[in-house]
């Protein structure tokens, strides 16, 4: 028996960000155009497995689209290098999968804050970092970067300042230097947000550096799971009415249809990671907890099910059917046959008002499952494929 192929990892915009800035530094202080370097992932992850980074491009001067950056303002003749890294997502392509990821490296004649950098670190030389034409700016509360500071999370952060301090090591530096500045771009960066959470996260212009491993693992629950997190942070942190929680996009959108004077930052998609949003959802300030869905992952909530993934939750057609039952449809266990629940409910609404009455009763249940997660109240919605609501509770 032939074995699968293993799924291929790939590294995150964290890692490309500090390969390119690795890459333009070598290029600037010994002229040695890199093919590819090696990096460590975060100091704090998990692993600490070396990561072999291709390296697309070296050249001097800083890169064409940060030349006009404030943080870029006099740069002085060989003081300045960039490279460039094409971010490579592996098995599991996102957003920034093949976006070039630049980092322009400068010396600095001073130890102050050049244009809108921020200071990584202060000795044993100061590091700056600038975000450029495509990094994300953040504008709320509630992200673990301050506002008003290019969003490069600290994970990222700490993984470049690592990497710098050991390129530095055993490099000679040119009298008069004092600072190191970084400025990171992403030529596609604005288009590529628009493809992600950050607009509604209070991210503008760009896309956000991120990584807490290094490295990105195909199909990651704990990437999904953090982006949860985040989500119901900066609800919470901007005083939002309420988070509403969805299962995917559709259903999504029939939420906010639902309440429409929310802000698009109250509404978080937590997939099948029902478990896991409604705790951390329960433990927020936020006043009113929502839970939208279709039929399917509503029964499967209502069973107590902490994911509802079809590979984790199996759907319990005797339970449903015993409680159809109770809720007086007359059926001759055709119910407790179905493959889907998509058949199970078109049987009940068949069934006219008794069967409304087991959709309700499985609104009920999820609800109450949820509250249970969450350790307070939940309200639930049931969606119908043609947009209607089928249940609240």
Known sequence: MSRAPSLREGFTTGSAATAAAVAALRFLLRGERAAEVVVMPPPRAEIQTPLRIPVAACASGPAPDVRDCPACAAILPGSAAHACVIKDGGDDPDATHKAEIRATAILLSGTEAPGDAVLLEASPLPLFLAGGPGIGRVTLPGLPVPVGQPAVNPAPRAQLCAALRDALVSASLPSGVAGLLIVLSV???????????????????????????????????????????????????????????????????????????????????????????????????????????????????????????????????????????????????????????????????????????????????????????????????????????LASA
């Open 187 to 389: 030529p596609e960066g604005r288009a590529i947000a628009a493809h992600t959470f950050n607009p509604r996260l209070g991210i503008v212009d760009g896309i956000s550096i991120l990584g807490t491993q290094g490295t990105v693992r195909p199909f990651s629950h704990a990437a999904w799971q953090a982006s949860i997190a985040q989500g119901v942070a900066v609800a919470e942190a901007t005083a939002c009415p309420g988070l509403g929680m969805s299962t995917g996009r559709r259903s999504e959108r029939l939420l906010m249809a639902r309440y429409p004077d929310w802000p698009a930052r109250a509404f978080v998609q937590v997939a099948d990671f029902a478990a896991f949003s409604l705790q951390h959802a329960g433990r927020s300030s936020l006043p009113l907890l929502v839970w939208g869905c279709f039929f399917g992952k509503a029964v499967k909530l209502a069973q107590g099910h902490a994911s509802t993934h079809a590979r984790d939750a199996v759907l319990d057609m005797a339970r449903l059917a015993d409680l159809a039952t109770a809720c007086g449809v007359a059926h001759d266990g055709t119910l407790r046959s179905c493959v889907t629940a998509a058949h199970a409910l078109e049987l009940l609404l068949a069934a006219g008002a008794p069967g409304r009455r087991v959709v309700a009763a499985v609104a009920r249940e999820a609800a109450a499952a949820a509250a249970r997660f969450a350790g307070r109240s939940v309200r639930v919605h049931i969606f119908a494929d043609d947009g209607s609501e």
